[in-house]
T-cell receptor
């Protein structure tokens, strides 16, 4: 079942700005993952954060997780036109890699 | 390293017809997944295989959908008969093992049911 809900649903920013999007979920999780989807490269895994972690970085990406609020945020710093895509959070409740994806967050980076 | 391959990329059929999709995972990946992504939504897991066995098919509409992974490599997903609401992109993904964190997705098959 769909669990993650991203907020905001759509975001338009200028190149060089930061983009922040949030994800909320309903049940306890083992880990939460963020994926990017665009027409050129399909769905690509970006970063995973486990339930016992609070923050994680990967390049220009920063993910936070607040299990008490059942929410996560994804920050993309110094955005580029190539970051234009839909971003999905996906939760793994049982640690068995059965992911429940949210509806997605469309980000447009204007050059 | 070759990625996940899927075919066909596009398919248009009329309702009540049958259709089959094919997936070839990354070499050596034991776990294979089929997802359905309806326009404007996130992917929804239909079935998960570990080698040639089904791990989870709780969200597969078994009255019309079937999937198999013979020999634990390639997989096919079939819809028979198709309904209008089956119009979606069907994504195949694979991971090294069932507990592996990263899933690698194929380009998908876009199905339109008229």
């Amino acid at each position: 079942s769909q669990q993650g809900e991203e907020d905001p649903q759509a975001l338009s920013i200028q190149e060089g700005e930061n983009a922040t999007m949030n994800c909320s979920y309903k049940t306890s999780i083992n880990n939460l993952q963020w994926y990017r989807q665009n027409s050129g490269r399909g769905l690509v895994h970006l970063i995973l954060i486990r339930s016992n972690e609070r923050e994680k970085h990967s390049g220009r990406l920063r993910v936070t997780l607040d299990t008490s609020k059942k929410s996560s945020s994804l920050l993309i710093t110094a955005s580029r036109a190539a970051d234009t895509a839909s971003y999905f959070c996906a939760t793994d409740a049982g640690g068995n890699n059965r992911l429940a994806f949210g509806k997605g967050n469309q980000v447009v980076v204007i050059p | 390293e070759a990625g996940v391959a899927q075919s066909p990329r596009y398919k248009i059929i009329e309702k009540r017809q049958s259709v089959a999709f094919w997936c070839n995972p990354i070499s050596g990946h034991a776990t294979l997944y089929w997802y359905q992504q309806i326009l404007g939504q996130g992917p929804k897991l239909l079935i998960q295989f570990q080698n040639n066995g089904v791990v989870d098919d709780s969200q597969l509409p078994k009255d019309r959908f079937s999937a198999e992974r013979l020999k634990g490599v390639d997989s096919t997903l079939k819809i028979q008969p198709a309904k209008l609401e089956d119009s979606a992109v069907y994504l195949c993904a694979s991971s090294l093992e069932v507990l592996a964190d990263t899933q690698y997705f194929g380009p998908g098959t876009r199905l339109t049911v008229l």
